[in-house]
C-alpha cells in the first residue's frame, strides 16, 4: 500500500450542495467522492470491485481538502492544544476561525507554538463564490427564476484528495478518475460544472509519517463507526457530526428522482483516542432497484506531538 494525492484543478465553477441550491461549499466529503466513482465503476463493469476494494481496506479515501500552490491542507484537528500563548482574546478568535492547517504546518500546530494567520494568509484567495441567475422553464405556466451557488477556483487552486492503494488499485482509480473528470463532480454537472484535470503524486513525507501510527487520531473522511464499534469509539473522542443526505445519483435506481436514506456521520477533524474501521453502509430505502452505498470509513491521521 502507498499513499497518493490526487489534485484537481478545475476548468469550470463548481456547485457542491450545502443544502441549498443558492449556495455552494469549496470542498466535498469522501462520500460524494466514493459515489461518484461507483457510478463511473458501474459503466465499466467494475463496480463490484470497487466496492469489494474499499471495504476491506484496499482503498482508502479521504475527504478533499484544498490546495494553494504546493501547500494542501488538512482539517484543524477538533480538540484542545496546549500552548503558552495564553489571554490575547484576538488571537483566540483567530485559533476559533481556522478551518484547515497546511500539511507542513501540522508538527507546529500541534506543538501549540502556531501562528494562525500563517495557515488564513495561505487559504486568502483560493476562490470566490457567485450567484448565478437562471430560469426554470414550466410549460403553460409564468417561467421560474432561480440562483445557483457557484465557487470558482483561482488559479494554482484546487481540491486534493488522499488516496491509500495497492499498485493494482490504483490502476483502476485511475481509470476512474478519467472518466470522473470529463463527467464532473458536484451538482449541476448538466450545465457543464465541475469539470476537471487532475495529476497523482505521492503523499507529502510530512503527511505520510502520520499515517497508520499509534496514539490519538483524527479521521481525514467523514465516517461512521458500526454498530459494534461505537460504545468504545465515543470514549475520549472530541467531534463534530454531519447529517448526510441527498438524492440517488444512479439512472438505473428508479424512474424518478429518490432520496437516500439520511446517515448521521462524523466529520474529517474529529479526534478519537480508540480507532474503528467504519464500513460502507447501504442508505437505500428499499424503493429502487438496487443498493446504494455510503462511504463511512476514516483515513487516520496522527494527532499526537512528533
Known sequence: MNTYFYRLTFK???????????????????????SA????????????????????????????????????????????IQTDKKGDSSLK???????????SDIDEYIGGDYDPDKAAEKLRGIGKSTL????????????????????????????YFAASVSDETKQLLDRLM??????????????????????????????????????????????????NELETAMKNATFETVKRSGFVGSESYADTPLRKRDLYCFKAGSVFADRFAGDIFDVSTGEGRHPVYRYARPMW???DRG
Open 12 to 34: 469550470t465553477p463548481v456547485h457542491f450542495g450545502q443544502g441549498r441550491l443558492s449556495g455552494s461549499g469549496s470542498g466535498i466529503f469522501a462520500d460524494t467522492l466514493f
Open 37 to 80: 466513482l461507483y457510478i463511473e465503476a458501474l459503466g465499466m463493469g467494475e463496480a463490484d470491485k470497487l466496492l469489494a476494494l474499499a471495504k476491506d481496506g484496499s482503498l482508502s479515501l479521504s475527504d478533499l481538502f484544498p490546495f494553494s500552490g504546493a501547500a494542501c491542507f488538512v482539517p484543524k484537528p477538533i480538540m484542545r
Open 93 to 103: 478568535k483567530k485559533f476559533k476561525g481556522l478551518t484547515h492547517i497546511p500539511v
Open 132 to 159: 448565478r441567475q437562471s430560469v426554470r422553464i414550466v410549460e403553460d405556466s409564468d417561467n421560474e427564476p432561480y440562483s445557483v451557488g457557484l465557487f470558482t477556483f483561482a488559479e494554482g487552486c484546487g481540491l
Open 178 to 227: 478519467t472518466a470522473l473528470s470529463l463527467a464532473g463532480i458536484g451538482g449541476e454537472r448538466s450545465s457543464g460544472l465541475g469539470k476537471f484535470s487532475f495529476e497523482c503524486t505521492e503523499a507529502d513525507e510530512s503527511f505520510k509519517k502520520r499515517l497508520n501510527v499509534g496514539g490519538k487520531a483524527m479521521s481525514l473522511s467523514v465516517c461512521l463507526p458500526t454498530d
Open 301 to 303: 491521521f496522527s494527532v
